[in-house]
């Protein structure tokens, strides 16, 4: 039995939640709770978070979708210089070694930090360059985004999202879209750790989980009234599906855009309507440009299978013995499952439907 | 004691009101010729309907609509705006315990601060009945310009699919149905 002080067990506990080991009501007290951070961690506490860290992150990854039989491109280049596609759970498609976390100080400080602290707190506030994690602390704060938003909105958990190096969390941005409505003008999500190595492996485990996620947020709008609420959704989410699929582009990871399309299967079902997206908005008095960007804010997601149908319009053009060529069949594979040309003309209808100059 | 002297702030300004609203689509033209000569195809066309060219852009303004096309990618901007001057009054009446005393100048002084916010409340009600009859204007317009729009995309597309087809070959016959609204080439290759 190792023996921690009473600031190290609530350190731990917050942990073990973020990590799904304790329910959220044990947790909420401690979030709620100040108290004065020691100077250090004893060893035994520092052991035991090394401990959580390394099985609890990869078990909520292999549980999430990691355990799932899937086709992805392959990190490594064959002979050829092209990705191979492989099939199998995560660590059989990448060598578990090539699958390593690595956290650095920067996850105890948060750890001992929100423990002290309420996340709202800006007298002393956390806050780190995003560039300075390491994927290891990215999946954490991630872990820990997901449940500071189920338990402590109340607590100052949106102020959290818009300083660093949250704003710039990619992969929460990307999970969970409308918490990002109020991030400053210039902020960016940082994909780049995500579209490779083993952080494009985290995504492709958490492909599932990103298309539950999408399904949700867009099923939400339907009950959207105020119009103002739903063009800053419309915003976030353009911002990050931007930066998101200009990065798995640039590195020829179209796969890891999946989810998309998992999502629009579900969602553009033969029955889809408008107003699945826009049932509930209060349209009184608006002028004619607000209502048409209060639309375009509602079909952002609709509007981006445009953009997937150019990929599997691209990657009709590639030859056999073209750079990308895996990439791209995978991807007309991906698209083919889910007869993309039906669920992208069903999406241009109901945005042509919304156009306003087309509605009166 | 009761405050016996009545405080009256009158204020009166003129104010210009504009209001103002637009909508943008893009045409959906096939590109049966390159991308120039379709857009080019769609100048003269808007031309012919009374467009003024300004470059690449081709502008009408009809009935205080201005409606802007840009031939290049499609993009159609339909905006509508209004402005005029407004005279805006208010008056505030309150009491105060003397007549040009001190009391009076905090009485005024306040009236004066609520004479404001009633001065622009009454300016946002002025601006908000304005925008409501621009975009009701806009809204009126909308159908009609649509509708001529997508005539002209027609015409462009078809006056193209004639280019493209004497390009192939010979054409030996050519039938147009304006109102069923078909074109049926044929070419000897």
């Given at each position: 039995m190792q023996s921690v002080s009473r600031f190290e067990a609530s350190l731990l506990r917050l942990l073990w939640y973020f990590l799904h080991r304790v329910p959220p009501d044990r947790a909420l007290p401690l979030l709620e709770n100040r108290c004065t951070a020691p100077t250090c961690l004893h060893r035994n506490a520092v052991n035991l978070v090394q401990d959580a860290l390394g099985k609890g992150c990869v078990l909520l990854l292999a549980r999430r979708g990691g355990w799932r039989r899937e086709r992805f491109l392959s990190g490594e280049r064959g002979g050829t210089g092209v990705s191979p596609v492989k099939e199998g759970r995560l660590w059989e498609r990448t060598p578990p070694a090539d699958l390593g976390l690595s956290f650095s100080a920067h996850t105890l400080r948060f750890l001992i930090w929100i423990t002290a602290n309420r996340p709202g707190d800006s007298d002393r506030a956390w806050s780190v360059p995003e560039e300075e994690l390491t994927l290891g602390d990215r999946l954490l704060l991630y872990f820990a985004h997901e449940g500071l938003r189920n338990v402590a909105e109340g607590l100052g958990a949106p102020k959290l999202r818009t300083e660093q190096p949250f704003v710039q969390h990619a992969l929460c941005w990307l999970a969970f879209p409308e918490d990002y409505t109020a991030a400053p003008i210039g902020a960016r999500p940082n994909f780049a750790p995500w579209t490779n190595g083993a952080g494009a492996c985290m995504l492709e485990a958490l492909q599932p989980e990103l298309a539950r996620r999408w399904i949700e947020v867009e099923s939400n709008k339907e009950r959207l009234v105020d119009p103002q609420t739903m063009r800053v959704l419309g915003l976030a989410q353009e911002r990050v599906l931007t930066s998101f699929l200009d990065a798995v582009e640039r590195e020829g990871r179209m796969d890891l855009a999946r989810f998309l399309l998992q999502a629009a299967a579900v969602l553009l079902g033969p029955h889809a309507h408008t107003g699945m997206w826009?049932?509930?908005?209060?349209?009184?008095?608006?002028?004619v440009a607000d209502r048409a960007a209060t639309y375009q804010a509602a079909t952002i997601f609709l509007r981006t299978l445009d953009r997937l149908q150019t990929w599997e319009r691209r990657a009709r053009g590639v030859g056999y013995f073209d750079e990308g060529y895996a990439a791209t069949q995978l991807w007309k594979a991906d698209w083919e499952q889910v007869q993309g040309d039906v669920l992208t003309e069903r999406a241009r209808a109901i945005v042509q439907a919304l156009d306003p100059m087309r509605q009166v | 004691m009761s405050r016996a002297y009545r405080v009256t702030v009158r204020e009166s300004q003129n104010r210009v009101i504009r209001a103002e609203d637009h909508v943008s689509t893009r045409l959906e033209i096939l590109?049966?010729?390159?991308p120039e000569q379709m857009a080019g195809l769609l100048a003269d066309e808007l031309e012919r309907r009374g467009f003024e060219r300004h470059g690449t852009r081709l502008v009408r303004q009809q009935d205080g609509v201005t409606i802007s096309v840009e031939t290049t990618t499609g993009t159609v901007t339909v905006a509508a705006e209004a402005s005029e001057e407004a005279a805006i009054q208010a008056e505030r009446t309150d009491r105060a315990y003397d007549d040009v005393g001190p009391h009076a100048k905090v009485v005024r002084e306040n009236l004066k601060k609520q004479l404001e916010k009633d001065i622009e409340k009454k300016v946002g009600e002025k601006t908000a009945s304005l925008q409501t009859k621009v975009t009701d204007r806009l809204e009126g317009e909308l159908s009609d310009v649509r509708q001529e729009l997508d005539q002209a995309v027609n015409r462009v597309t078809a006056e193209a699919l004639k280019r493209k087809a004497a390009q192939m070959g010979q054409i030996k016959e050519m039938t147009e149905d304006p109102q069923a609204g078909s074109l049926t080439i044929v070419v000897e290759v």
């Open positions: 826009t049932a509930r908005l209060n349209m009184t008095g608006q002028r | 590109e049966v010729l390159p």
